[in-house]
């Protein structure tokens, strides 16, 4: 099937999907459109083992694990869901090829990665596939923005003034999960006035919220447990959702994974992170690329991504679970890593 790109919502609702790539430089709503799909997959499922998290490492060394979830019966009935991420140079196809000869019938697949080129052979596996669709995730535009708007006003049951509404859209779009997280502390920021003002939002959005967002990654990825909580604690107290920190947590760790991927291929760290680095960042950065070892970051990723979900599927404690799991990472972070 070619790549889905219109109707993406009503499509992610469907039932009869079974082999599902969502890719693209825009990790919040890559992770979005992921959960959308696992919750209509999975529906009034009671098989409490019905969605499976898999890494590509996990099936790059045993590409039979992957077979093997798919074709299980689930015990309680209805479907299971499983979730692969796909990211680094991990080989995946060998695990992916047996379910498009052969799909599985009680199980729904949803390969998740960052973006992808048209030459890519897990892209090209999906959008060649007679039963299988990809979808493609960036930067949102000006109408996806006004509908992020429009659904976090509704559901705080608030209007915005149209010069609020398009200083906001300047500030936000990068990412779906960031920019939702803006506009629902916005909300909560405005709770009980009727109206978003053009104030709210050069009160509450912008730079200042956006560094301390990363002061907090960073204290996290450098094992500084106490800063981070310092930190977070203030984020949340001034507004700042808990996803908010875990996107912006995913998406530093994906671009530690890119450049680590180059430092192991030989390129020099400085290189490695790429242009646009703001300069007082850079020596944290080259420090924790050099201190994170793929392995140790896989295996962050694997954190924030289970992370996220159980923070929208506890949504009454989610700020806490946010925190919990970054606490994890910077346990790991704090612990020399072991010789190669």
Same mark, same amino acid.
């Given at each position: 099937?070619?790549e889905v790109k219109?109707?993406?919502?009503?499509?992610?609702?469907?039932?009869d999907?079974?082999l599902l790539?969502?890719h693209?430089?825009?990790?919040?709503?890559?992770?979005?459109?992921?959960a959308?799909f696992?919750?209509a997959?999975l529906?009034?499922?009671?098989?409490p083992l #019905?969605?499976? &998290?898999?890494?590509?490492?996990e099936?790059s /060394?045993d590409p039979?694990r992957? %077979?093997?979830? $798919?074709?299980? =019966?689930?015990?309680?009935?209805g479907?299971r869901c499983i979730?692969?991420?796909?990211s680094?140079?991990?080989?995946?196809l060998?695990?992916l090829q047996?379910?498009?000869a052969n799909?599985?019938v009680?199980s729904?697949?949803?390969?998740?990665?960052?973006?992808?080129?048209?030459?890519?052979?897990?892209?090209k596996?999906?959008?060649?596939?007679k039963h299988a669709?990809?979808?493609?995730?960036y930067?949102d535009?000006a109408?996806a923005?006004?509908r992020?708007i429009?659904?976090?006003t509704?559901?705080?049951?608030?209007?915005?003034?149209g010069?609020?509404?398009?200083a906001l859209?300047?500030l936000? #779009?990068s990412? &779906?999960m960031a920019?939702r997280?803006e506009? /629902?502390k916005?909300c909560l920021? %405005?709770?009980? $006035?009727g109206? =978003?003002?053009?104030?709210?939002?050069?009160?509450?959005?912008?730079?200042a919220?956006?560094s301390?967002?990363?002061?907090?990654?960073?204290a996290?990825?450098?094992?500084?447990a106490?800063?981070?909580?310092?930190?977070y604690?203030?984020l949340?107290a001034a507004?700042?959702?808990?996803f908010?920190?875990?996107?912006?947590?995913?998406?530093?760790?994906?671009?530690?994974h890119?450049?680590r991927?180059q430092?192991e291929r030989g390129?020099?760290?400085e290189s490695?992170?790429?242009?646009?680095?703001?300069?007082?960042?850079?020596?944290?950065?080259l420090?924790?690329?050099?201190?994170?070892?793929?392995?140790?970051?896989? &295996?962050a990723?694997?954190?924030?991504?289970?992370?996220?979900?159980d923070?929208?599927?506890?949504?009454?404690?989610?700020?806490?679970?946010v925190?919990q799991?970054?606490?994890?990472?910077?346990?790991?972070?704090a612990?020399?890593a072991?010789?190669?």
């Open positions: 099937m070619a219109t109707d993406i919502d009503r499509f992610l609702s469907r039932t999907v079974g790539l969502i693209g430089n825009d990790t919040g709503l890559v992770a979005e459109r992921a959308a696992t919750r997959t529906g009034s499922s009671a098989d #019905g969605l499976i &998290r898999l890494e590509a490492s099936v /060394s039979a992957l %077979a093997d979830e $798919a074709y299980a =019966i689930p015990m309680f009935g479907r979730e692969l991420r796909v680094g140079n991990w080989q995946v060998p695990a047996p379910l498009f799909p599985p009680d729904a697949l949803v390969v998740t990665a960052g973006e992808l080129r048209k030459t890519s052979p897990v892209r596996l999906f959008e060649q596939a669709y990809a979808i493609a995730c930067a535009d109408r923005l006004d992020v429009d659904e976090e509704a559901r705080a049951g608030l209007t915005i003034a010069d609020a509404r398009a859209k300047q936000i #779009g990412d &779906r920019s997280g506009v /629902s916005l920021y %405005a709770e009980g $006035a109206e =978003i003002t053009l104030d709210d939002v050069r009160a509450v959005v912008g730079d919220s956006a301390a967002v990363d002061e907090a990654v960073d996290v990825a450098g094992g500084d106490p800063s981070f909580e310092r930190l604690r203030r949340v507004g700042t959702a808990g908010t920190v875990a996107g912006a947590a995913q998406r530093h760790f994906d671009m530690l890119r450049a991927g430092v390129v020099d760290p490695a992170l790429g242009p646009g680095v703001f300069w007082k960042r850079k020596p944290m950065l420090r924790q690329v050099q201190a994170w070892t793929l392995p140790r970051i896989e &295996r990723l694997a954190i924030i991504d289970r992370t996220i979900v923070s929208r599927l506890r949504s009454g404690i989610a700020d806490e679970v925190g799991g970054m606490l994890m990472i910077a346990a790991i972070a612990r020399p072991r010789p190669a």
